[in-house]
């Protein structure tokens, strides 16, 4: 998807201002809308200014297209091609230069080709006054500008010729502008050809023709006495949708390349410095601020969420040991408190688990009880299960009969061992008998 880009273009002259709202893609550019406004006695700047203002849809860069007059140039020579440093040596390599100092001054370069730069200036009390003027009147310019410094952007101009749009002379090479004058008054062919002979003094070569444009494309009348053929720039076939007929060609193209090079990033800004544009930067601040509140405020509700959660935890874990303590006292009533009852509980439910049913443990006493018979073995006072294990606890007659008792549980258990037998006053004998139960034997 292609990105757009809004800007709104105020050319201000001395009589008029004129405004163009462009959208700008890498391919193509629509006219949302434009006007022109004469200044007079009854209209005042402020009140044009104004009037657009109240009639600015969305959220254009606004471009501020100040008279070329305001502006000063030099032809610069210097061994590198990057304009970032270029603009950092500019203010020493024209220090001595120029009547004005560079601290006074706001500077631009525009690469002019072969190794060369144009250095423009302009007063920084002229652009500050100009900014203030506009902004009190209710548009502050992004961008400060002059319509001639994108004269290389006029569609269908060609790469190599002057061009002149009433206003201005532009001397362009390879596609780039190497030179401007400003005329104070109306331009006349005069006037252009003792420019263009200055240039050719100057060593400069003369253009092969000269392209009209603007007003003065249809009131040139003395075309003839220049020293170069003259032509007027036609609406390109391609941008026949855009400006409709050839009258909106000449008054908005000018517009329509300042929207071009903004876009292209090759506009000349002198908003630098002191004078540079914040009002986005704080813009962008309060976004920021906001963003970074409502993270604060997502993060402190995410902590609280756990706290909450935590507290739940512990409540639950509290009351969990609350009932596994009365669990034990009720299973284990005799028995003092444990250290771990939740492990004696384990033990306990692993004991029975040994035995799969209740039934299979009756099984195994009563065969106990066969076993034991009714004359050899007086009693059995314990039996103890665990897993596959059987633990046995009697009386008995006499050791012998102990004996024969443990042949007895031979076919019921896999492995017999008769503990300790102790002998008793009366004769009788107290035994203990292990063994492990068979496979299959519940």
């Known amino acids: 998807m292609q990105q757009i880009m809004d800007y709104l273009i105020l050319q201000a002259e001395k009589m008029r201002v004129t405004v163009a709202h462009f959208g700008v893609t890498r391919r193509s550019t629509e006219l949302i809308g434009a006007a022109s406004i004469e200044l007079n006695e009854e209209r005042s700047l402020a009140d044009a200014v104004h009037q657009i203002a109240e009639k600015i849809t969305g959220s254009p860069r606004i471009v501020l297209c100040l008279p070329p007059s305001l502006f000063a140039q030099r032809t610069v020579s210097l061994p590198f091609n990057d304009l970032r440093k270029v603009r950092e040596v500019l203010p020493a390599h024209l220090q001595g230069d120029i009547a004005l100092p560079v601290e006074e001054l706001v500077l631009e370069v525009m690469p002019a080709g072969d190794g060369q730069f144009l250095a423009l200036w302009a007063r920084k009390s002229d652009i500050r006054a100009a900014i203030n003027q506009f902004r009190d009147a209710g548009i502050e310019p992004q961008i400060v ?3 001639p410094f994108a004269l290389a952007d006029l569609p269908g101009v060609p790469a190599e010729c002057a061009a002149c749009d009433g206003a201005t002379l532009a001397l362009l090479k390879g596609g780039r502008l190497t030179y401007f004058r400003s005329f104070n008054s109306a331009v006349t062919a005069p006037l252009i050809t003792a420019t263009l002979a200055a240039l050719e003094l100057s060593g400069l070569a003369l253009p092969q023709r000269l392209c009209l444009v603007g007003p003065v494309a249809g009131a040139f009348d003395d075309a003839d006495l220049l020293p170069v053929p003259a032509e007027v720039l036609e609406t390109p076939s391609e941008l026949g949708h855009l400006f409709k007929n050839d009258e909106t060609f000449h008054q908005l193209a000018g517009l329509y390349a300042v929207a071009r090079a903004g876009f292209a990033g090759t506009l000349p800004d002198f908003r630098q410095g002191e004078l540079a544009w914040t009002a986005g930067d704080a813009k962008l601040r309060r976004k920021l601020l906001l963003t970074g509140i409502l993270a604060v405020v997502c993060i402190v509700l995410l902590f609280v969420g756990k706290g909450l959660q935590y507290r739940a935890a512990v409540t639950n874990l509290v009351s969990l040991n609350n009932s596994v ?18 492990s004696e509980v384990k033990g306990e439910i692993k004991k029975l688990a040994g035995i799969e049913s209740s039934n299979g443990y009756l099984d195994i006493l009563k065969k106990l009880v066969e076993a034991k018979g009714n004359n050899s073995i007086n009693g059995l006072y314990e039996a103890e299960f665990e897993g596959r294990s059987l633990r046995v606890k009697g009386d008995a007659r006499s050791a012998q009969e102990v004996n024969q008792f443990k042949a007895t549980l031979t076919p019921m258990l896999a492995t017999v061992e008769l503990g300790e037998v102790k002998s008793r006053p009366d004769g009788t004998v107290g ?3 292990t063994g492990t139960l068979k496979e299959g034997k519940k």
């Open 145 to 147: 500008t002059s319509l």
């Open 325 to 342: 303590a009365t669990m034990y006292r009720e299973i284990f009533p005799g028995r003092a408190k444990a250290i771990d009852e939740i």
């Open 431 to 433: 035994f203990t008998l």
